[in-house]
């Protein structure tokens, strides 16, 4: 990966592009790449030799779920017919079922940002539950007991007929679970309290049963818990029809964290022939972390490694958007095989392992260290540079039950749909990855059961489903990741150089400051295009680049001009600590045009002071000199301090140079006076609208249309006194140009000024009529509608406006007339309303 770059005119920032060759180096000879064979019969030697870790079933799962579904619906429980119904519902599968982004595990939920857990009444509730708690005087005096006997008078509490006091001893459990100050022996009385109140969950109130439900989720895979899942799974089961949806979620909640059995219970329920409540528990369990690593990853692998590059790519971009959970999954050790093989995109490989938060980081970075192959340790480079986001948007997971020819192989369920590239590039874009209800299900009914994952996922000979679980990433760029980008700026290929001085530039401050002295070694580098990603890259460390500040000036006689460019821009980060010694050789630089001069003098002024006073004295002594050396010295003070002592002085050069007998000067000074306005933000007198304004209204009047544009902006930009003024101009002034011109900026400002803009077709003269109807064009009924919907006064007044103004005897533009004919319809229709809604 080579990085090329074009210097824009306010854009500092290089874009990386690939445009090293595939025989890149002598790469070929240093590993010999193997491609998956189109038979598909991956060698076991491509993923590491491990044991498949899958839930283990639960001897009792298919008579606990026939007891509940089936043969025993008599637990105690009124909703009990309700329940029968159900089984009289017939599978229908004709509209497709939309994901949820809700009652998902908590895992999960911390994970993502757009997962919310549905089903935390401790945190949904906390405000009731503490004033149910701190209402409880007895619990109020047992700060000096055991605190197994706190617990224990808490759980006591759920026999009391109170319900008050009921939740509070549900808090005060809630409370020592979390502080891990409940006993094993403790737990065993405290479930047993908890499922008496479970057994008659339809006659308490419905806080009760949500908080005991948690309870029981927070102590986890308990055997009095797992001897309870019958009565568990009839509290989920429910239809359409429910009227307590919070107990049923809260239900599924309880039994997706009560391990492998819970787990077996959801998805023997979502076997069930019903389709409501097979859809409704399918949607929850596909965002179940647990699901998520044991499913819906290796499923995303085994695509990986399918013979077609399409399917490949697209699994591999679906894996970049599921982060952490990758990891999790086992993923990594087939993407550090398909990494060293070079049959997916490398980059994509790359930012997936990096999106596996710290353990990718790990990876990457040994790869850089000790990588065989150049273009793999340039992958990595490019990757370590992302900051991972601490609770980043996973891609959507929609289940659909439409007949889809996913033509994939045995064991397969996904397609994805989405962006191809890695998603640090294109983040704001939507992906989606759709299951299939029919394989997702029978996946989940062979993994129940199943002894081997080749019973599930065929191709997957031998894989390793993580038990640990990555939380709370850190969006901050570690100091190992710093040093390894820095030891790798002296690799033998110059493509990682490159590379890794790209990286720590992307990473900037305050991190990569650190390497300052080994990007500045760099810039002796023999490859000009490494000598010009180390000049960027010391510019994005801000003033710790006074450090390289001799070094950077030696390379503006460069031979080649990108490297001349780089080291300007970068000077600029320096600062005013070496002005004194840049500037003279910038001013020579400006004068030869050797580096482009838009370029040098935004340099000079970013030095400081110094560099102010110099291109105003040039200005000023050389009125005749060359128009594109002084039009760039102009734009160049728009970079001015403006909270400097020295901005007074710039204001007043610009001043000045306003009358300049060049139109190509007289905008710029317009436009440079206007930037500089909007840094000031109103906290500079001289840049003030009052000292502005005149000046701006006063080139409304110039005969050249570039810089009667230029006023305008500065007029619109200048908030409502500006409007005032445009709409007096408008309206008063003698000349029509000048008319004209302050409805062009009326009509920059939007559908508010639409009033104003009416009274412009009023005109006499042609080209002002011409200029209103062009802005009212430019607007759309709906825009003005919802600009005036609240301003009753108004819109009759535009009423009446508009009637006159389709009475003129001036022919309108056709679109103006057919727009004002529309919104007068809507106008009118809403004053009938009105009437009819006053008489009645």
């Not at 479970?198 to 927070?218: A, F, N, Q």
């Amino acid at each position: 990966m080579s990085y090329q770059y074009g210097f824009l005119e306010d854009d500092e920032e290089m874009q990386p592009i690939e445009d090293y060759p595939d025989d890149y180096r002598n790469e070929s000879q240093s590993i010999q790449v193997s491609a998956i064979r189109p038979s598909f019969n991956p060698p076991s030697a491509r993923i590491p030799a491990a044991s498949y870790s899958s839930l283990p079933s639960a001897t009792s799962a298919d008579h606990i779920l026939n007891k509940v579904l089936e043969q025993d619906l008599s637990i105690n429980s009124p909703s009990r017919r309700k329940r029968l119904k159900m089984l009289q519902i017939p599978k229908s599968r004709e509209e497709s079922p939309s994901t949820t982004i809700g009652n998902t595990d908590r895992v999960t939920a911390k994970k993502f940002k757009n997962y919310h857990e549905e089903a935390n009444p401790f945190a949904e509730k906390a405000l009731k539950l503490k004033e149910s708690f701190d209402s409880c005087k007895e619990f109020q005096e047992m700060h000096d007991l055991p605190a197994d006997d706190k617990v224990l008078r808490f759980s006591g509490s759920l026999s009391s007929p109170n319900s008050q006091k009921k939740l509070a001893g549900l808090q005060g459990i809630h409370e020592a679970i979390e502080r891990q100050e409940i006993s094993l022996s403790v737990k065993d009385k405290v479930l047993a309290e908890v499922f008496a109140v479970l057994e008659k969950w339809d006659e308490y109130d419905v806080d009760i049963i949500e908080c005991s439900l948690d309870v029981v989720g927070s102590i986890g895979a308990h055997k009095t818990s797992i001897n309870n899942i019958p009565l568990l799974a009839s509290i989920l089961i429910h239809d359409e029809t429910t009227d307590t949806p919070s107990i049923h979620q809260a239900a599924f909640a309880c039994l997706s964290r009560l391990g492998p059995a819970g787990i077996e219970a959801l998805i023997k329920i979502a076997s069930k022939d019903y389709a409501y409540l097979q859809v409704w528990v399918l949607e929850r369990l596909v965002l179940t972390n647990t699901i998520q690593r044991h499913i819906i990853v290796p499923a995303l692998v085994q695509d990986a490694l399918s013979p077609n590059s399409s399917i490949r790519l697209q699994a591999i971009a679906a894996l970049n958007r599921m982060y952490s959970v990758v990891w999790e999954g086992g993923a990594m050790p087939v993407l550090l095989q398909l990494i060293d093989e070079g049959v997916v995109d490398r980059q994509l490989l790359a930012c997936t392992i990096r999106a596996c938060g710290q353990p990718g980081e790990q990876a990457l970075i040994r790869m850089l260290k000790s990588n065989p192959i150049a273009k793999v340790r340039m992958a990595a480079a490019g990757a370590l540079c992302w900051r991972v986001p601490s609770r980043p948007k996973q891609l959507d997971i929609h289940l659909v039950s439409e007949n889809i020819r996913y033509q994939l192989m045995p064991g397969s369920m996904c397609r994805y749909i989405g962006p191809i590239g890695p998603v640090v590039l294109q983040d704001d874009q939507e992906a989606v990855l759709e299951l299939n209800v029919n394989d997702f299900l029978s996946s989940l009914q062979r993994w129940i059961r199943s002894e081997s994952p080749q019973e599930v996922f065929p191709f997957l000979s031998q894989f390793q489903v993580n038990n640990e679980t990555t939380l709370d990433d850190k969006s901050e760029i570690s100091i190992p990741v710093v040093r390894a980008l820095a030891g790798s700026l002296r690799d033998e290929f110059e493509g990682v150089r490159e590379t890794s001085a790209y990286a720590l530039g992307f990473i900037g401050l305050p991190e990569a400051a650190d390497a300052i002295d080994s990007l500045t070694r760099l810039l002796r580098d023999q490859s000009a295009q490494v000598r010009t990603m180390a000049a960027w890259a010391i510019g994005r460390l801000g003033s710790v680049a006074f450090r390289a500040g001799p070094a950077l000036m030696s390379l503006l006689k460069d031979s080649y001009w990108k490297v001349r460019t780089a080291a300007c821009i970068s000077l600029a980060s320096a600062g005013p600590s070496i002005a004194n010694s840049a500037i003279p050789i910038l001013y020579k630089i400006l004068r030869d045009g050797s580096i482009n001069r838009n370029t040098v003098a935004e340099t000079i002024v970013r030095l400081g002071p110094i560099g102010e006073k110099l291109l105003i004295d040039m200005l000023n002594k050389e009125p005749n000199a060359n128009a594109t050396l002084r039009g760039g010295a102009v734009r160049a003070l728009a970079f001015a301090n403006v909270f400097s002592s020295n901005i007074d002085f710039v204001v007043e050069a610009l001043f000045n140079l306003a009358n300049d007998n060049m139109p190509s000067i007289r905008k710029e000074v317009l436009l440079t006076l206007n930037n500089l306005a909007e840094k000031a933000k109103l906290q500079v007198t001289y840049l003030k609208p009052r000292m502005l304004l005149p000046l701006f209204f006063k080139f409304l009047k110039d005969p050249t249309k570039e810089v009667r544009d230029a006023s305008t902006t500065g007029i619109v930009s200048s908030g409502p006194q500006g409007q005032l003024m445009l709409i007096e101009a408008m309206t008063k002034d003698d000349s029509p140009i000048v008319r004209a011109q302050a409805i062009r900026g009326l009509g920059i400002i939007g559908p508010s000024a639409f009033r104003s803009l009416l009274l412009g077709l009023h005109d006499p003269h042609h080209s002002v009529r011409k200029a209103s109807a062009d802005a009212i064009n430019e607007f759309s009924v709906e825009a003005i509608c919802g600009e005036f919907w609240e301003k009753n006064s108004q819109r009759q007044s535009m009423k009446c406006a508009i009637r006159e103004i389709l009475k003129l005897p001036y022919a309108l533009q056709q679109n103006t007339s057919n727009l004002l004919r529309e919104l007068l319809e809507i106008l009118e229709s809403e004053g009938k309303t009105d009437e009819t809604e006053e008489n009645q």
